[in-house]
């Protein structure tokens, strides 16, 4: 498998189940609590020699659309799966950003890339402003929103839900993306015995 050059220097490579990726240890243990303890003395990922010549292979378990997203936000790069310059379709890319979410969750890395996942839920919310959306893509946005700690994004798309679906909100509770929220706010929506 080809190895996508994150960081032209990096001295890690990560190795999902569809990409490897070359980055730079120091900017994912600047970005993530979890990549610097990985990367750090502790683990085995951190203790071996690792250099642009000899990247050090970190094999990771995670999305590697997501991983691949991620990477690039970090290192401040042109994502090639922005979907402002790509046509990809709404509900493909809701779950893909849901996606990320999860993997910027996992990772502790939410606040080093906050704006670009604020810009990406802004890009979706008010380019479809007089569109319908499907609830499939909703019910992604809700739960990025959610795990992103965005609180004008959620309530946009929770009102979009509402006013936009005749729907009975106990059948969307099993959705994947909403697993992310609390239950007590899903009991919310379920109908009173």
Do not use: W
């Amino acid at each position: 498998m080809e190895v996508v050059d994150v960081a032209a220097e990096g001295d890690v490579i990560l190795t999902l189940q569809h990409s490897r990726l070359r980055v730079s240890s120091v900017i994912l243990a600047s970005a993530s609590p979890v990549f610097k303890v990985m990367l750090g003395p502790v683990f085995l990922e951190g203790q071996d020699f690792r250099s642009a010549q000899y990247p050090k292979e970190v094999p990771l378990e995670d999305d590697s659309s997501a991983m691949t997203r991620l990477c690039f936000l970090l290192h401040h790069k042109r994502d090639p799966q922005d979907p402002t310059s790509h046509s990809i379709s709404l509900l493909d890319d809701a779950e893909g950003l849901f996606a990320l979410a999860v993997v910027e969750d996992k990772y502790g890395s939410i606040d080093a890339v906050r704006m670009a996942g604020d810009s990406l839920l802004s890009y979706f919310a008010y380019n479809s402003v007089s569109t319908f959306m499907a609830t499939q893509a909703l019910l992604y946005f809700i739960g990025t929103a959610y795990i992103l700690e965005d609180q004008r994004q959620f309530a946009l798309y929770t009102r979009r839900l509402i006013m936009d679906h005749a729907m009975r909100f106990s059948l969307i509770t099993s959705h994947p993306a909403l697993a992310a929220l609390p239950h007590h706010f899903l009991r919310k929506f379920a109908p009173s015995k």
